[in-house]
């Protein structure tokens, strides 16, 4: 039996409007007015069609054939007047559209087979020889301008309107006083009814015309009061004659009609006079809305071979409940349950029961109207896919709804807002959303039979309406919703777990024996936003946002002590660096990597060797000369992996509160906040311990320092790089000491070599020490002159130096030119007035520039200064220079004067500047020289006076 199951499609029929997909959803909206005036849909203006297609049920075959009776001149007068009233969609107004048919088209419908459902209702023959039917609704007569019809009348009110459409001119001459008038005819009604028995009135939607009717003055009442009275005198009237019989609908409850108060008012007032004299029946009993969706939407529900088909499908189901009795709700385990099943089929009963009794709650939703709107939507979505449908579909289950259809989607909108509109894109509708993206993930049948997608459907159709306020469905209700015949029962446990790790909107709550309670709100949860943004963030490496924040960060201001430049990422065509330059590699280059990834990815120390070797040896297109001004910082892969995952976080919370900081309420987006401040904080802490190797190239290899801690900011973090690299591994050098001028050749023997090249080894040749400036080898040089370790001579050659220095204090600008470091030597002693000799001071070799050699030796003297007690014989308070020096010697006045001074620990030492510019006669600046503007600007700016003469 099992095996022979087949799917819906290929053993029901839908009628022919859904099959084509030219459902128009008027056809489901009857309209009382529209049919009399012939506008109506087809399905409603052709008797036969029309009971095609119409479910008889207990309570419109009870009305159809009292009605009938009382039209061939039987029934009490109790059974003359009748009162439908039940909840929007309840069956009001097609039951009159039936009773039209009945007295108007009788002839037809005798002998239609069409009508074999409709003769048995009433028991007996169609009513014959009805002279007139009557109605009116909401649309018929306007209350304020009334209708105007083809023989010139000008009807106003109710009662003109009856007794024109039962008697025409004729009759309404009898009313034309009241009508115009708009007042109540008192006793004349029921001589108008004699008249037109057998007659019928249809009175739909009465209380609707009351709202628009209390607004139109009638003396000291309104048109609604006089309407409301006329009821009266009609429901008297009929009572008193035989044939005649009127039917009226009703809202449920007042709070149906126009929020108006008199309209409300009319209501009361017309339920009273209804009930007093007429019987109200319920057309659509609950139990019966599945005959009635069934016979509206198909043509047949199983094949003529096989009438019997629908009872084995519910035997199935039945049974596969009742093999997982704990894991359904009680009720699906009885045989009750299987006959529900069989006459609900092709649909599974808890489809129409979502939508009937929870959807049907609203108070906007007419439940039998918008049931079959719904349905039908769903059948023609389904019927029009069916060739590439993978999903098994013995039953219309609410797993296999499809939110993405128009009318569903709109009706979402409309009766629980447009908010969900988003909570279906993102997690039920589509293979984008979260669960589509399940199935996806999981793939086979989980892919084919949309397990993830259909779950979220059936849960969202279960989100509204739910019993005692609670909405959702259960874990057990969810089993029925989502469970077919020869597909993995477990299936629906997995998924839900995992729909509760990925929906934003899904909430859950405990549901006692029935498990957990699961429901689609508008508010996200903010925990799963973030979790699930990680999770498709989980492929992202972030190294554009890691190289932004390392350049900014690297640039927030100058380190303590250090003299590098920061550069980040650095291309293999650096431009030569001719100053200490630290190179901080992009995150995509580890220096290390956990032994599991090794194996695969072994080249990545590589990697990072080899790109540290091209930047060093080579700029752009040819060989590099300052090679050891470069320093590298590297990121470790453990490091850089929980740098990551930092910044994964940080971007995870903003995507949430891009796309969903406007969902959320206020809790929620002050904890949003605090958490994106905390990870924006985190990730700027993650830079340093992920960057703790620095790399240098030292000769032809690459040494490698692991730094043992990491600070707290970048910035910080760089200044730490630079004290370890500084005094603990004194990689670079703030002064070249003894031992390394030694070790490096730069104390001679003999000949001597240029200030200027001794200071370039140190830049281009990596077998040297780095140094952290041009200074640390000038500085480490006078100290050597000072020692007698070396000798200084300047000059423009070692043969022509004008002078020569050594065991005393020399000062040297690595940018001076003509300076030389010579072999050591011993000073000859200078002589001083009185005759004697003091060696160290005048150590000299003046050759034609005598009086600069003079000059310079007097100035290389302010370099040594000794204690001297104040007001001792022969001591110098103050020394002022002044003169004029030729622009090419500017140079050493700072050599001579400024250096030496600024190392006395002065008391003061001020400079005063004056310069004097005079033009050539016949090249005189223009005021707006840019020249002059600069100069103007910088005295400004340095507060410097600037006297210009035309």
Not at 441 to 467: H, N, T, W
């Amino acid at each position: 039996m099992e095996t022979a199951l087949k799917p819906w499609y290929a053993v029901a029929t839908p009628h022919e409007d859904i099959r084509e997909g030219r459902l128009a959803e008027a056809v489901f909206a009857a309209n009382l007015w529209a049919v009399v005036q012939g506008t109506a849909p087809e399905v409603y203006l052709d008797p036969e069609e029309f009971f095609r297609k119409t479910y008889l049920t207990t309570g419109l075959s009870a009305v159809l054939r009292r009605v009938a009776g009382a039209l061939s001149g039987g029934g009490e007068s109790g059974d003359r007047i009748i009162s439908l009233q039940t909840a929007f969609g309840g069956g009001k107004t097609h039951t009159l559209v039936a009773l039209w048919h009945l007295a108007k088209h009788a002839e037809r419908l005798k002998d239609s087979p069409h009508a074999e459902g409709l003769r048995r209702a009433i028991g007996g023959q169609l009513p014959e020889n009805v002279k007139s039917v009557a109605v009116f609704t909401n649309q018929t007569c306007d209350a304020t301008q009334g209708r105007k019809v083809e023989d010139g009348v000008h009807l106003r009110t109710l009662w003109g309107e009856l007794a024109y459409q039962l008697g025409g001119k004729a009759l309404y001459e009898r009313v034309r006083a009241n009508d115009e008038s708009q007042r109540v005819p008192q006793g004349i009604f029921v001589d108008i009814l004699r008249a037109a028995a057998p007659c019928l009135i249809l009175l739909d939607e009465l209380a609707d015309y009351c709202v628009g009717a209390a607004a139109v003055p009638v003396g000291d009442t309104s048109l609604a009061d006089q309407t409301v009275s006329f009821i009266q005198q009609l429901t008297e009237s009929v009572q008193q004659v035989p044939g005649a019989v009127v039917v009226a609908t009703l809202p449920a409850s007042k709070y149906e009609v126009a929020q108006s108060e008199k309209g409300q008012e009319a209501f009361v007032t017309l339920e009273k006079r209804f009930q007093r004299l007429g019987a109200d029946v319920k057309p659509v009993a609950d139990e019966e809305i599945y005959e009635v969706v069934r016979a509206r939407l198909f043509e047949s529900i199983a094949p003529e071979s096989d009438p019997d088909y629908p009872k084995k499908v519910a035997q199935v189901y039945q049974a596969l409940y009742a093999a997982h009795a704990g894991e359904v709700p009680s009720e699906a385990t009885k045989g009750t349950y299987r006959e529900l099943i069989e006459r609900a089929y092709p649909f599974h009963p808890l489809l129409i029961d979502a939508l009937y009794t929870r959807w049907g709650s609203h108070p906007d939703f007419q439940r039998t109207r918008g049931v079959l709107r719904l349905l039908a939507s769903i059948v023609g979505d389904l019927w029009k896919r069916r060739q590439g449908n993978t999903q098994t579909q013995h039953l219309i289950q609410p797993c296999h709804v499809r939110w993405s259809v128009d009318a569903l989607q709109a009706a979402l909108t409309r009766f629980w807002g447009p908010a969900y509109q988003s909570v279906a894109a993102a997690d039920v509708v589509g293979e984008r959303s979260n669960a589509g993206l399940f199935d996806e993930e999981r793939g086979g049948d989980y892919r084919s039979e949309a397990i993830g997608q259909g779950l979220a459907a059936a849960i969202l159709l279960g989100s509204f309406g739910g019993q005692g306020g609670r909405s959702g469905f259960s874990s057990k209700d969810l089993k029925l919703a989502c469970s077919k015949q020869g597909v993995n029962w477990n299936y629906t446990d997995g998924a839900l777990l995992e729909l509760e790790n990925r929906c934003f909107y899904l909430h859950t709550a405990a549901a006692g024996s029935l498990g957990k309670r699961y429901w689609f709100g508008t508010k996200p949860t903010l925990n799963k936003l973030v979790v699930q943004y990680r999770q498709q963030m989980a492929k992202e490496n972030f190294d554009e946002e890691i190289l932004e924040d390392l350049r900014a960060e690297s640039q927030r201001g100058a380190l303590a002590g250090a003299t590098w430049r920061v550069i980040v990422n650095p291309a293999e065509d650096l431009p030569e660096q001719k100053s200490l330059t630290l190179l901080v590699l992009p995150p995509s280059l580890a220096w290390d990597l956990p032994d599991r990834q090794a194996g695969e990815n072994g080249g990545a120390k590589d990697a990072i060797q080899e790109r540290v070797k091209a930047i060093s040896t080579r700029c752009g297109g040819k060989d590099r000369l300052y090679r050891n001004t470069l320093l590298f910082l590297a990121g470790t892969a453990r490091g850089l992996s929980k740098l990551r995952q930092a910044y994964r976080e940080r971007a995870a919370l903003e995507a949430v509160r891009r796309d969903y900081g406007d969902q959320l309420d206020e809790e929620q987006r002050e904890d949003l906040k605090k958490r994106l401040e905390a990870a924006r904080k985190a990730a700027l802490e993650a830079l340093g311990p992920a960057y703790t190797v620095a790399l240098r190239v030292r000769g032809q290899e690459i040494e490698a320092c692991a730094l043992s801690d990491a600070r707290r900011t970048f910035q910080e973090h760089l200044g730490y790089v630079w004290t370890t690299l500084v005094e603990d591994e004194e990689w670079i050098l703030r002064r070249v000491g003894s031992v390394t001028l030694e070790s490096t050749g730069l104390i001679p023997k003999e000949g001597g070599l240029r200030l200027k090249d001794a200071t370039e080894a140190f830049l281009r040749f990596t077998d040297k020490p780095m140094i952290a400036a041009k200074e640390a080898v000038t500085a480490g040089l006078a100290q050597a002159c000072a020692d007698g370790l070396v000798g200084i001579g300047r000059g423009g050659s070692l043969s022509t130096l004008q002078t020569r220095y050594c065991k005393q204090a020399v000062s040297l600008d690595p940018s001076e030119d003509g300076v030389w470091i010579i072999p050591p030597f011993t000073p000859e002693p200078a002589k001083v007035p009185g005759g004697a000799e003091t060696a160290g001071v005048g150590a000299g070799k003046t050759g034609a520039a005598g009086g600069a050699g003079a000059g310079s030796t007097a100035g290389e003297g302010l370099g040594t200064t000794t204690e001297t007690k104040p007001g001792a014989k022969g001591t110098v308070r103050r020394l002022v220079v002044r003169g004029a020096v030729p622009v090419e010697n500017w140079g050493e006045l700072f050599r001579c004067f400024v250096g030496p001074a600024a190392r006395m620990n002065l008391k003061k030492l001020g400079l005063g500047v004056h310069f004097e510019m005079v033009l050539p006669e016949d090249r005189p600046l223009s005021e707006n020289d840019p020249a002059l503007k600069a100069m103007k600007e910088a005295a400004r700016q340095l507060g410097l006076e600037l006297d210009i003469e035309g």
